[in-house]
């Protein structure tokens, strides 16, 4: 569709003038342009159309009978749904005064009778093109104004974060060094505390800095060639001893000959260890965690491109429903008693994960009810056949080594 076509088609413009045969004239001109077109023979009925039809373009005669020009336009603009249509007044008026007149009630545009034919429907389009522009201008500027408020909500949240754990590190400092009487016991204890206020400090600073290097497209993607179930080994071999210090039991069925996925290890294991971690710090003491993955059919390209899908599972807490969405937004997460105790979180880890999914074409979702525990999954495409040939191609892009390899390399 052209752009000109764009502008005329099914665009509805209202006619208000008391002259019959003027209106004859302009409907003709304008169906003959392509436009659909209303009338009213005065202002009352002018605004009585405009209400019932909510047409894209107003044209204005000045003087009728009964309420004229300058008080239908005015009224227009007062109505609810008059705000942003454009509304061109015509008249035999030229004089400044009036022109004036016209432009403070509200008019976008005057043109004078007797009215150019061949310019008309011209004019018409180029005031529905400009007013489309700023009704665009003014969406995006109001867009840009949320994100600016969320954007201080989020710094003025991390601040908040931040100030609580280099206080609690300031203050057990501060009773180390000014008291000489603290015991061996409350001396470790203190210093235990510094060291955990400390790491939450550092993961917090990480994590801040992971989701704007990813928002702001400024995240470095080491992508090759990885099994999910070297992934899922290495994320519970680092939280092997927080699951054995809740007593919880891990049942895991991730098959070793899925296909693989052509994306950053690292990254997809920040994901699936938050996860994992999740699952662990929201479920009781002796309770079961399940992870299990399997292979959905996908298309890509019209392709057939099979589809990895993870999922874990835990009898913890649970989510409420409404907080499905909340969980996953860095603005409502990065206060950490918004939800639940969350112990040492920094409510930073779905939102993330959600960002590295999506980088990759997934999607990452939950099942959950209050108090009966929660299932997270998330899909992600395997690699295409060019991805793989590309890996085999180049040994930089080549499968990627999980950790341990690296280390025993
Ligand atoms: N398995 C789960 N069971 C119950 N609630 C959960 C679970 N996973 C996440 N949540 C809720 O979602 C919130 C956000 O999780 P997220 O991983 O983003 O942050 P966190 O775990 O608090 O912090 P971090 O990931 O930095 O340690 C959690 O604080 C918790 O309220
Ligand atoms: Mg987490």
Redesign the pocket.
């Known amino acids: 569709m052209t752009e000109q076509s764009d502008d005329r088609t099914g665009r509805k413009i209202l006619i208000v003038d008391d002259d019959l045969n003027s209106r004859i004239l302009v409907r003709e001109c304008l169906e003959q342009a392509g436009f659909l077109v209303e009338e009213a023979c005065d202002g009352e009925e002018g605004l009585s159309v405009f209400e019932r039809t909510g047409p894209d373009i107003v044209l204005l005669d000045v003087i009728m009978p009964g309420l004229d020009g300058f008080e239908v336009c005015q009224k227009i603009r007062e109505s609810e749904a008059g705000g942003g249509v454009p509304i061109l007044m015509m008249t035999g008026l030229d004089d400044e005064e009036s022109i004036n007149r016209a432009y403070e009630v509200g008019a976008t545009d005057f043109t004078s009778k007797p009215l150019n034919w061949t310019i008309l429907p011209h004019r018409i389009r180029y005031l529905l093109r400009a007013n489309r522009a700023i009704t665009d201008l003014s969406k995006a500027y109001e867009e840009l104004k949320t994100l600016d408020k969320a954007k201080d909500t989020f710094l003025s949240s991390v601040s908040h974060e931040f100030r609580t754990p280099l206080t609690s590190i300031r203050s057990f400092s501060e009773i180390l060094l000014t008291y000489d009487d603290t015991s061996p016991e409350e001396q470790r204890e203190f210093l235990e505390i510094i060291r955990s206020e400390s790491e939450r400090l550092t993961?917090l600073v990480d994590?801040v800095l992971d989701i704007s290097k990813i928002e702001g497209e400024k995240m470095f993607w080491n992508d090759g060639l990885v099994g999910l179930d070297e992934i899922v080994r290495d994320s519970v071999r680092v939280q092997q001893p927080l699951l054995e210090e809740k007593g919880l039991q891990l049942r895991q069925t991730v098959p070793p000959d899925m296909p693989l996925l052509f994306a950053d290890r690292d990254r997809i294991q920040q994901v699936v260890t938050?996860l994992l971690?999740?699952?662990i710090?929201?479920s009781p003491t002796g309770g079961i965690v399940r992870i299990w993955a399997e292979v959905l059919e996908g298309k890509r390209f019209g392709e057939p491109s099979p589809l990895i899908k993870f999922a874990i599972s835990?009898q913890?807490?649970?989510?409420e429903e409404q907080d499905f969405e909340v969980?996953f937004d860095k603005l409502s997460?990065v206060c950490?008693d918004a939800?639940?105790d969350?112990p040492?979180?920094?409510?930073?880890?779905?939102?993330i994960s959600k960002e590295i999914v999506l980088h990759y074409g997934g999607n990452i979702w939950l099942e959950s009810r209050r108090g009966e525990g929660?299932t997270?999954f998330f899909t992600m495409p395997s690699a295409s056949q060019s991805q793989q040939a590309a890996a085999e191609r180049d040994p930089t892009e080549g499968r990627q080594r999980s950790g341990e390899d690296k280390r025993s390399a």
């Not at 913890?316 to 989510?319: D, E, L, M, S």
């Not at 040492?344 to 939102?351: C, I, K, M, N, R």
């Open positions: 993961r994590n938050n971690n999740n699952a710090k929201f835990d913890g807490i649970g989510i969980i997460q950490p939800l639940t969350k040492g979180g920094t409510g930073l880890g779905l939102p929660c997270f």
